[in-house]
């Protein structure tokens, strides 16, 4: 009864402070009925608070310190106070170790676990004193997994697979009591360590005579594991089996989807296969919420994109296209511009090939062949739900891009994608596609065109004097004084030399002159001088100063940037 009314405290407390509605309330405590979950993450499960908002607000009801566990570095020397068994079967993190106060910080999901925090002080021994500060639950357990690195046994499974014995520790740590089979814990074991390595997408990989494992990790495939052919049919059953698919079809394309609990926190993925010559080809793609849908701010972009950006959004009827091939994160960004504008006074509708990412207050539409809804029909079903802002996930056709047009033309705000190389090719290829010059004139708001390129590992790249070459292709002087950077590998960056990705984008912003050019089929030339002279930055530049500004590397902007032109 105590814990009922502790619970109904912090609903009733979110509700005084405005950060969510009565009703709002009231479905959380009905479901809540129904899955036994705390108020906390049931609110944010269903999209209604942040976690960090839980967190912070629980930290100032109970005069306890919070922390967002993203700006926490590594101690090792606290790490290695507290086993990693402990911390995981407590949901607690030991962040700082103060040798002089004899202080050990730790991060905890709920202060009032006096069980465990005696235990902890047993264990730490009586003179070092204990701080406590409060971190959200899935951010805790993401980083447990990130502070002391994580152990699958997939070693163990195979071993088990071959030998016959049970490799009890894997059982263990899939949480179950039951005995599961060794291929199906095996199947488990590759995806968790994909997601926890950060994997956009799986790859298995029938050749010959062996199976070769390998992940896509900011944009670039490594291989994982090679294992024997034997395993291929009992993991690809597997795969089939929880995606969804027809086990007994191996010689035609099929697609599912998996969906799986990790960290605590939703973690779905999109499974394709392909037959070939050796087997069926199997790829995953990760689809994480939580990674994937980022604010705008959170995206490391430029002052002057930023400036430009916010200046489109403002606009409040149009067409916005953000180009680029498969892979250069086009969804990622016009989430996080859909989420700048998704307020309860706007009606944003979307239609998709299929949904991603399934997010609160939006109406989220899957193109479906088979219910005999595409992309133009779709548009023109959404027309008549009275929407503010339409996402159309990509212009395909004539049909889709007439209809996005019109719904441009009739006052609403048109979010959509389209496969050029840059944002001045899309007039060529909107052309192609059968849209009429004067259409286009006045109704797009702006073109993006992005690629997304790793970023340096800050501990260990290194600088260099650029040679001749890597200064033509940068356009500089070969006399100026030029420091550039590349990838050294460290610890931290798994050896790589990289961490993380981020955008690099070229935005034509539209206005009358630039209208007016496009009305009259002004040729590529006269279309880029114009938008130069207006402060149009394109493709090469942006990537450029992410080279000179130690950002990147330049081999790794060539990688996904033709910087030819520069040196010609």
């Known amino acids: 009864m105590a814990e009922q009314r502790k619970k109904l405290r912090l609903g009733e407390l979110l509700v005084q402070q405005g950060l969510i509605t009565q009703d709002q309330l009231r479905i959380a405590l009905t479901e809540q009925s129904v899955q036994k979950i705390p108020i906390g993450r049931l609110l944010v499960r269903l999209g209604f608070v942040t976690e960090a908002v839980i967190r912070d607000i629980m930290a100032r009801t109970i005069g306890q310190e919070s922390i967002d566990l993203n ?18 079967r ?4 030991p962040i700082a170790f103060d040798a002089d106060q004899s202080q050990l910080m730790v991060a905890i999901t709920e202060v009032f676990n006096l069980a465990a925090l005696d235990q902890l002080r047993a264990m730490v021994g009586a003179r070092v004193q204990i701080k406590t500060v409060l971190a959200g639950q899935a951010q805790l357990d993401e980083f447990i997994d990130q502070f002391y690195g994580f152990e699958l046994s997939v070693d163990g499974i195979l071993r088990e697979i071959e030998t016959g014995e049970v490799d009890y520790q894997s059982l263990q740590q899939e949480g179950g009591d039951e005995y599961t089979q060794p291929i199906v814990r095996l199947v488990g074991a590759l995806l968790v360590d994909a997601v926890k390595r950060g994997a956009s997408d799986l790859h298995f990989e029938p050749e ?24 291929w049919a009992g993991i690809a059953v597997r795969l089939k089996v929880i995606s969804g698919m027809n086990i007994a079809e191996t010689r035609a394309p099929q697609d599912g989807r998996i969906s799986l609990n990790l960290n605590g926190r939703p973690v779905d993925f999109r499974v394709s296969t392909q037959p070939t010559i050796w087997g069926e080809n199997i790829v995953l793609r990760v689809l994480d919420r939580e990674k994937s849908i980022i604010s705008l701010e959170q995206m490391r972009l430029t002052k002057d994109v930023m400036a430009k950006l916010n200046l489109m959004l403002a606009r409040p009827e149009g067409i916005l296209i953000i180009t680029g091939p498969t892979g250069s994160g086009k969804t990622t960004t016009l989430y996080s511009m859909l989420a700048k504008l998704n307020v309860e006074s706007v009606n944003i509708m979307t239609l998709e090939d299929p949904v991603e990412y399934p ?22 079903s959404i027309m008549r739900q009275d929407p503010d802002i339409i996402l159309v996930g990509e212009v395909r056709d004539r049909d889709t891009a007439e209809m996005a047009f019109r719904a441009a033309m009739t006052g609403h705000q048109v979010f959509t994608t389209l496969h050029t190389n840059s944002a001045l090719g899309t007039f060529p290829r909107l052309l192609d596609i059968g849209i009429a010059p004067d259409i286009m004139a006045g109704n797009i708001i702006g073109i993006m065109a992005q690629r997304l390129v790793r970023t340096l590992c800050n501990h260990c790249k290194e600088a260099y004097e650029p040679n001749t070459e890597e200064r033509l292709l940068l356009g500089t002087s070969p006399d100026a004084e030029l420091k550039l950077y590349r990838p050294a590998g460290c610890v931290r960056c798994n050896n790589r030399g990289y961490k993380g990705r981020t955008a690099v984008m070229e935005i034509l912003h539209m206005d009358a002159d630039m209208d007016e050019l496009v009305a009259r089929r002004a040729s590529p030339r006269e ?30 902007v060539a990688r996904a940037i033709d910087l030819t032109s520069r040196a010609s």
């Open 208 to 231: 010959y005579a062996f199976l070769r494992v390998r992940y896509r990790i900011d944009g670039v495939l490594e291989q994982i594991r090679s294992l024997h052919k034997n395993y």
């Open 359 to 380: 997010v609160a207050l939006m109406r989220q539409t899957s193109v479906n062949e088979s219910a005999r809804v595409d992309f133009a029909s779709g548009i023109r």
């Open 90 to 93: 407590h949901r607690l993190l």
């Open 71 to 88: 700006q926490v570095l590594v101690d090792a020397e606290a790490l290695s106070l507290v086993p990693q068994e402990f911390a995981r």
């Open 527 to 556: 279309l880029r001088e114009a938008a130069v002279s207006k402060g149009f930055r394109s493709l090469a530049d942006e990537g450029q100063q992410r080279v000179i500004d130690g950002t990147t590397s330049l081999s790794e």
